[in-house]
Structures are given as C-alpha cells and as structure tokens.
C-alpha cells in the first residue's frame, strides 16, 4: 500500500537553497528608504524608460569605464520600478551606499563582492520555492544516521568514492535502482502562506570562544525570513518486489530519524554556541511537526553521518588542510558584514515539517489572501505619471499536481536544456535549466537520457499545473 500525505514546512531560521543564479548590481535599484531593492531583467528596465532617459542611459552605458559604472547606479537609483521586491538589512543598505562613493580602484574591489547568491526561485511566479530534492536530502541524512547506530560500514582510505559506498552499506543496495530512497517521492513545496525574502551576510565564526578571527570572507545571500510557509506532497511507495528493495522504507522510520537526529544536533549547536559566546537560538515548533536542516551552511554535523565524518579543517596560508569529525567554525546569518553582536547572529537551515491538515490550510490561505489585498491598488507601469490601475486580490490556489504514468519523455540539449514529457490526449509538460533537470530525473534515468541523450517511451512523471501549462517536477522509471 502507498503512502501519501500533503505536508508543511514552516521556515524557523534563516534558509537558502542554492540555484546557481545571482542578483547582479545592474540588476536592481537599492530604495534606502523602504530597506528593499527592486531586481529586475535589464532589457525590460530600459524599454520602460521615456525616451530622454533612454538617451541618458545609453550615454552612460558607452563610456565603458569603472567611473561610468557608479555613475550608472546612481542614475538608476533615481528611477521608479515595479519589479520583485526583496528585504534588506540596514547595513547592507549602508554598505551600498558607501560603496558608490569609493574612489575608482576601491568601488571595483567593492563592485566584485556584490553579486548576490540568489535562492531558488519559481521562474513564472519569481517567488521562493524548496525543492523536494532539498528536502528528501535532509530525510535521508537523518535516516543514514540512525541507521549507522545498528550497521558498521568498514572503509578502505584507496576508497575514491567513500561517500557512496558508506551509503549503500548502509541502505543495502548496490545499483541506483535498487536505492529504497527511489520510492520516496518528495515534490517542491511552495509558499501557501505570507512569504518574503532579505539579503544577508553569511559571516564565519570560530566554535570556541577565540581571539583570533575565523579566516572565511563574508558573503552575500538572500534568505527566505522565518515564519514563511510552504506545502507539498510526500509518498512512500512500496517496492513491487522485495529483490528490487531488500530494505523498504516506511513513512514512520523516515521522520522518526528526523526527530532523533535533528534534535540531537540541535541541542549540539546550543553548546557550541554558549562555548562561542553566542546566545542560543530558541525554535519555536509545533508539537506534532518535525525538526529539519536544509540549505546552504546548515553545518557538517548535519549533513554528515556521525562515525564517518570526515570534515576539511582549513589551516594557516601555504598549510595543507586538516581532517576531523568535528567542524571548527560555523557560517551564521548576520544583518553585517563586520561590527556585528554575537547575540544577533543566528543559524541557518532549521525549519519545521508536518502534516497540512484542512484547518491549517485555510489558516494559511486566508493569510495569503491578505497579503495580496495589502499589494493593491499599485501603478502599472511603476514611473511617475502612469495612471494607477485597481486590481482586485486573486484568490491563491495551492499547487496543483499530477502523476502521468505512462509519459514520453525526450531531453534537449540545447540552450539551458530541457526535457519534455507527453501523454496520450495532448497533454505535455515542460522543465528547464540543467541544473534543475539532473536533480528531477531520477538517477537511473541519467546516462540514457543526458548522456546519450535517448528517449524513455514510458517513464512515470510528476508535473505541476499552473493555468494552463504543466512544469514537469520528477522523471522516474516505471515499475
């Protein structure tokens, strides 16, 4: 028998799930009045400019000089724009700010640290979204661990890929196919709730109260902000035969070791930060939710197994690298790059799985529909002088998914990539970008379909439906 159940992730600390994309400095006008930046597609900004600043623009744009790119900025933080609106923290205003006043030599140092790590992001509605690979990532981590308290897994140090083995002692299995993580199935789980995202520095600290300073550079990323919400599905099918499978999962064993395991390394992180001298970070969970890490600078302890670890311990200039099982320093969420409190710094990476139940779910679709109503009436066009248009708020709706059983699948190598799948009846799906494909296509699926790049006549396909078009959320094999 299948197991399937909607859940919910409620974002408890800072979180920020690469998507190999940036936010670039002329791609966004910094408002210190509001604390927010406006990111926008470029092109599209100056198709929108009136024809004098169109000739201002392309004035500036030729002179092709560090000073030119200054005066840039400063010609487009004097313009109106509606774009997506991102959160800043006042030191990053500050630091904006005092960047563009820096002599040439000093504002291209500057200019080069302010490409912005952008989380992932919904291309059609340009907000947040988790992955589900993010997310059934974490499931397993914990999973490994307690596993690894009943199974010792012996290693060989010529071992190239000692990862890879560890884990499939563990899970007993031998070919991607027979992975029991393969019936896990985890869609991406998207905001059904108020949702917004900031941009802060990732600083990095030593875990033990210290003198000398952590030696990793600050960097820039944005982060989903606590009390964000996002729904979606996870299933725990059962094997169709006990050889494919030799150790099944099931839903209990799954988020029991989430429990266990998240706990503990929390209560962990709660010492080293009073040995640090940084005030611990209290979560504020529901009773019957599950205690997660995902993201970016989650910590090693987590996403590792206990007993195997084997962390990069970087040295002194010109030294070469030690190994421990125990990281030195953590990367924390910070509203500065310097001059910070330590009891302002937080975690990253903690959130709360449970169960959306129908109660929950018009709790969080009536915040959403608030949210939407405080969004309107706004100018169309965003330049001063366009006639104000009033919209009535649109009531949300959840994600919808599908499951097509018997789909056609081909891959595209061309531009981003892209892979499509097709049913009888018409009805197609579409995904893009590689780094997305290769994370929804099962890894079995892998050589056949990217390397040589052939057709699955029959695969089994979860897609999305938004109005009118599909977006294709995981390729498995059949059976």
């Not at 940036?22 to 930046?37: C, D, S």
């Not at 900025?73 to 990053?92: A, H, I, P, R």
Request: glycine letters at 8%; proline letters at 5%; a positive charge.
């Amino acid at each position: 028998m299948n197991e399937q159940n909607t859940f919910y992730i409620k974002i408890l600390s800072p979180v920020h799930i690469g998507c190999d994309e940036v936010y670039e400095p002329a791609g966004f006008i910094v408002n210190e009045q509001t604390e927010t930046f406006t990111a926008f597609d470029p092109l599209d900004f100056f198709r929108k400019l009136d024809d004098k600043n169109k000739d201002r623009y392309a004035e500036i744009c030729r002179k092709g000089t560090i000073e030119s790119i200054a005066e840039l900025y400063k010609f487009m933080k004097n313009q109106q724009y509606d774009g997506l609106s991102v959160n800043l923290s006042k030191e990053f205003v500050k630091h904006y700010k005092e960047s563009l006043a820096k002599s040439s030599r000093d504002f291209q140092r500057e200019l080069n640290q302010f490409a912005i790590a952008r989380t992932s992001f919904n291309p059609t509605t340009q907000k947040p979204y988790i992955p589900g690979s993010a997310v059934k990532g974490s499931l397993r981590t914990a999973y490994l661990n307690e596993v690894a308290k009943s199974k010792r897994i012996t290693l060989d140090s010529r071992d190239k890929k000692p990862a890879e083995t560890l884990e499939k002692g563990l899970l007993n299995y031998q070919k991607l196919e027979n992975d029991p993580f393969r019936l896990l199935k985890v869609s991406d789980f998207h905001p059904i709730g108020p949702c917004t995202t900031k941009i802060i520095y990732a600083v990095n600290e030593k875990k033990e109260d210290s003198k000398f300073k952590a030696r990793g550079p600050y960097q820039i990323l944005e982060i989903i902000e606590p009390g964000a919400v996002f729904a979606g599905t996870i299933k725990v099918l059962s094997p169709l035969t006990r050889e494919a499978i030799r150790e099944p999962l099931t839903e209990k064993a799954v988020f029991n070791s989430a429990v266990t395991f998240y706990e503990k390394e929390k209560k962990l992180e709660d010492g080293e930060f009073n040995a640090a001298g940084i005030t611990a970070f209290n979560l504020e969970k529901e009773n019957d939710a599950y205690l997660l890490r995902l993201g970016r600078h989650s910590g090693a302890e987590s996403i590792t197994v206990e007993g195997y670890r084997h962390i990069k311990i970087m040295k002194k200039r010109g030294e070469r690298p030690a190994y421990s099982d125990k990281a030195t320093t953590f990367w924390l969420a910070s509203d500065a790059s310097t001059g910070y409190q330590k009891s302002q710094l937080r975690p990253f990476g903690w959130s709360a799985l449970g169960k959306l139940t129908d109660e929950l779910q018009a709790t969080f679709k009536q915040l959403l529909t608030e949210q939407a109503a405080k969004s309107f009436p706004f100018s169309s066009g965003g330049m001063p002088g366009v006639q104000t248009e009033i919209r009535k708020p649109v009531q949300p709706a959840l994600p919808v998914e599908e499951v097509w059983g018997n789909a056609f699948v081909a891959y595209n190598a061309g531009g981003p990539g892209k892979i499509t799948a097709q049913v009888p009846g018409g009805k197609a799906a579409i995904l893009q970008g590689r780094d997305k494909l290769k994370g929804a296509v099962a890894e079995v699926l892998h050589k056949k379909l990217f390397e040589g790049k052939k057709q699955v006549p029959k695969a089994c396909v979860t897609v999305r439906k938004t109005g009118n078009s599909y977006e294709i959320i995981s390729v498995e094999p059949t059976g």
